[in-house]
């Protein structure tokens, strides 16, 4: 037995003197019966090349967007990554960082921490921008909750035409704050969000409002003004897509008092769904209120240019009930990549990727449009780089027919959205040709 296995095989046995107790069984004891698994039944181990074999061979499952066709997005999107910033993010400086607590050896990570907050903030129009939260989804759970500090209150509302899985998990957080989550309805025809269900459920005892631009159905809201001006003294919460808001009015400039959203559009890979980087910014009175941590710029002893962690509202740095926050770290890593992505496109490289997403998009929609059956955009309303289309056959049966032809057709809605009977939620990006588009109108021409 080596030293290490000595030592630890050693403090287990005086542990176990100092609880009293014989034996492991004696220690695990206190476990219900009924709920013991009775060990678990794994294989043997192999050898790194049987290994490696038999990792392949499971992986080949998979059937990802660089050997198949793909239109699906819904909140993960196929963009194209600069070698530079996987070359940057691969630095062991970066790659092999954890939290800065010692800012004196950090100041690497720190000012890539600063970068990509200042990166975002003027990205989004508002005031403070945190060093990341996990993604979309827990950024909105944090959002409904902030939004109680700052305006009280014991119900929250949320568009129904943002994604469904990031409702479900905003609905998980207000449960354990004993808040209730209501729907807004959204208008049949423009997909916008519908002003008059708005106003009627806006009450005294409503904390906020969350509706997305561009929302789940890809359709970019119109009616900001009269939005913000419902809403009134409540908290505003607007959750965007940050590669389109290189070409659209920023939230911070449409009244938001809190931005949430997602750059995993911004340098980050789908990697399977995850990870991601929550995005997520408050005007700068709410920033006592604001989980997450704040990377600051500030000057050491010496009067040099040094950076820290200025904020930190979570458990383990102040008083439990002063924390914002039990999200105990960020997606640092990410954040990096996400300012890599933006410093190496610029802002002309980051308007001509939104507009190519754009054009994209009505190309695809017309063309699709033009095929007996289909009905595309389902809604008419300016779009970003998806929309909703309608076809003349269920939605799953569609995309399995689509998968026989190697093409990942989009994402059947249905289930969420049963009014949208056969409908799809088609994502197009920078990473699709013209002869890319003709094979998918193809194989719908051949689907009936």
């Known amino acids: 037995m080596n030293r290490p296995a000595m030592e630890h095989s050693k403090c287990f046995t005086e542990m176990m003197s100092d609880l009293g107790l014989a034996s492991i069984d004696e220690l695990f004891r206190d476990i219900p019966k009924e709920v013991r698994t009775g060990g678990l039944d794994l294989p043997k181990g192999m050898g790194e090349l049987d290994f490696s074999r038999d990792l392949r061979q499971l992986l080949s499952a998979n059937k990802p967007a660089t050997s198949w066709l793909s239109f699906l997005g819904g909140g993960v999107y196929f963009h194209h990554i600069p070698a530079a910033v996987r070359s940057v993010v691969s630095r062991s400086e970066f790659a092999t960082s954890y939290t800065p607590y010692q800012s004196e050896i950090s100041q690497g990570m720190l000012q890539a921490l600063f970068e990509y907050q200042s990166f975002m903030a003027e990205l989004t129009g508002i005031d403070i921008i945190n060093s990341s939260?996990?993604?979309?989804?827990?950024?909105?759970?944090?959002?409904?909750?902030?939004?109680?500090?700052?305006?009280?209150?014991?119900?929250?509302?949320?568009?129904?035409?943002?994604?469904?899985?990031?409702?479900?998990?905003?609905?998980?957080?207000?449960?354990?704050?004993?808040?209730?989550i209501s729907t807004v309805d959204y208008d049949g025809d423009s997909g916008l969000v519908d002003l008059n269900d708005l106003d009627s459920k806006m009450s005294d005892d409503v904390c906020g409002f969350y509706y997305e631009i561009p929302n789940f159905f890809g359709v970019l809201e119109t009616g900001w003004k009269e939005i913000r001006k419902t809403v009134d003294d409540k908290t505003l919460v607007i959750g965007t897509n940050p590669l389109s808001l290189a070409l659209i009015k920023p939230p911070g400039e449409m009244g938001a008092d809190i931005v949430i959203g997602d750059a995993q559009t911004l340098g980050v890979p789908m990697n399977l769904g995850g990870p991601s980087i929550g995005v997520f910014g408050c005007r700068s009175e709410h920033l006592r209120k604001m989980p997450g941590r704040l990377i600051g710029m500030t000057e050491d002893s010496a009067g040099r240019r040094s950076f820290c962690m200025t904020l930190q509202t979570r458990e383990q740095h102040i008083r439990r009930s002063k924390a914002t926050s039990n999200i105990c770290t960020n997606e640092a890593l990410l954040a990096v990549a996400v300012a890599a992505h933006m410093a190496i496109l610029g802002r002309a490289g980051l308007r001509s990727t939104a507009g190519r997403n754009i054009r994209n998009m009505n190309n695809l929609a017309e063309a699709i449009d033009s095929i007996e059956g289909y009905t595309a955009p389902l809604f008419d309303a300016p779009h970003f780089n998806e929309f909703v289309m309608q076809s003349p056959v269920e939605g799953n049966r569609l995309n399995k027919a689509l998968m026989g032809k190697r093409i990942h057709g989009g994402l059947a809605i249905e289930r969420w959205f049963p009014e949208l009977k056969n409908c799809i939620l088609v994502a197009t990006t920078e990473m699709h040709t013209s002869e890319d588009h003709r094979r998918l109108i193809d194989a719908l021409e051949a689907i009936r």
């Open 133 to 180: 939260m996990y993604d979309a989804s827990t950024a909105l759970g944090e959002a409904v909750l902030m939004s109680h500090r700052i305006s009280g209150g014991s119900r929250f509302l949320a568009s129904k035409s943002i994604s469904p899985e990031r409702l479900a998990v905003a609905r998980l957080y207000a449960k354990g704050a004993g808040l209730e």
